[in-house]
């Protein structure tokens, strides 16, 4: 015979996310026969344990109806009892596709801080008025071909010729190495790369620049010089230039690296730190080994956090398109215009056909972690992703390491890819990353400092050393997502700063790839 447990609120136990949903996502694990008051002194029984992340059903969900969390559909019933556990057994991933916008559809500014009561922080002022938060000299190779040689010099220079007391002003000698730069066709693949690399060239979060290549690769010197002068933007740098056959090898293309660095470190030590508005901050949101709480807890108080920086006049980005699929509408809804909201449905529409030529579909995305943690399938995960983005309105769409050209809220078109991603929201211009995760993720970048956000105290107090702050007060009900938000933008400002490090700088991640659009090996 099985006594029942005493009643017990639900808050004790679980989350209903919205006042519209259906389910409830539960905080601690629940046993079979667990009795739950619902907000409003209903009575449920949890029919079996559930893990957190997960969820069950708050009343019966006939089959046919949909099953609602953030008051969205996130998939549809095929019959669920009250207090059942929600699982693909009992739901199918199916949503319907809103697309429709109004021709006249208009979103009003934000509703700016007045700009005497904005916050500040100091900062790297370039030449060209922008501004960065670190000052790096960085070794670019302009393909596969080049980059051990460019590892090479970094690592060596970064512990031989730089240190902290003798360039105060600099933060480090850093390389991407990457796997790209020939034996590929011609076209996106190659205009993507060299987008990418030149906008790291240019990046305000570097100082001085050495461009090294083999010599004989599609992307050789040439034409990474070429992309670099052709653009609008002009390039008033430190930059020395190695062609690896043309100095005779290996050995001597990393000595003579190492002697262009040795030069070139005094150089960039010139620029130092200067007060400037938080105005000129670029925040990269962004999300990776997510969890059922990432969409309740960490995106959404990231997602204030990036609200306060566009109310400041900041820029905040926001890619991973395949997580936007079955949560578009709402940013589509969010544009300033109908073109912005149409231009949003088309990134989505892109990537899915895109997706399509390899066999793939966009529900494909969550991984093995995700579905661990409560995320059943790309509309859950999405719904709750692109919280990081806020609540303000969409300025505008931009390619994959394209630079906005209004500050605001902006889309990147781009994968969910952690290693591909990030680095292209850096080559976008971001000057500083958010990245939210509820498993623990410990990736960082060669150049922008890489903040992690947790979902959750128990991945909080587990990796403590890679993770930076914790949203996980949300989901124990000790803070609120205002509270928390306010604290993550304090924090960006302080690391944007140089006042502390970001963990991932700390363990020196420095992870670069980008997207290789559409890419075959020839």
Known sequence: ?????????????????????????????????????????????????????????????????????????????????????????????????????????????????PANERASFTGFRRSDGRVGTRNFVLIVPTSMCASHEAQQISTIAEFTLYNRQKFPNVDGVVAIPHNKGCGCQDGSTIDVMLRTLSNYADHPNVGGVVLIDLGCEKTNLSQVEKYLLKREKAFDKPVAKIGIQDVGGTQAAIERGLKEVELMLPQVNQTSRERVPVSELILGVKCGGSDGFSGISANPSLGRAADLLVRSGGTVLITEVPEFCGAEHILAGRAKDVETGRAIYGMVDWYKEYASKFGAVLNQNPSTGNKIGGLLNITIKSLGAIAKAGTTRVEGVVDYAETPKKRGLNLMQGPGYDQESTPGLVAAGATVIVFTTGRGTTIGNAIAPVIKLASNTPVFERMGNDLDLSAGGVIDGKETIDEVGERVFNHVVRVAGGEILARAEEHKHREFQFWAEETVSL
């Open 1 to 113: 015979m099985t006594t029942a447990l005493p009643a017990t609120p639900i808050s004790e136990y679980a989350i209903i996310v919205d006042p519209k949903d259906n389910v409830a996502v539960v905080k601690k694990p629940t046993a079979p026969g667990l009795e739950l008051f619902l907000p409003d002194g209903t009575e449920l029984r949890v029919a079996a344990e559930v893990l957190p992340g997960h969820r069950f059903a708050t009343r019966v969900i006939p089959a046919g109806e949909f099953v609602l969390q953030y008051g969205q559909p996130i998939g549809t019933s095929l019959g669920i009892g009250a207090g059942e556990a929600i699982t693909h057994a009992n739901m199918s991933n199916d949503v319907p596709v809103s697309r429709e916008l109004p021709d006249d559809l208009r979103t009003p500014a934000p509703n700016y801080i």
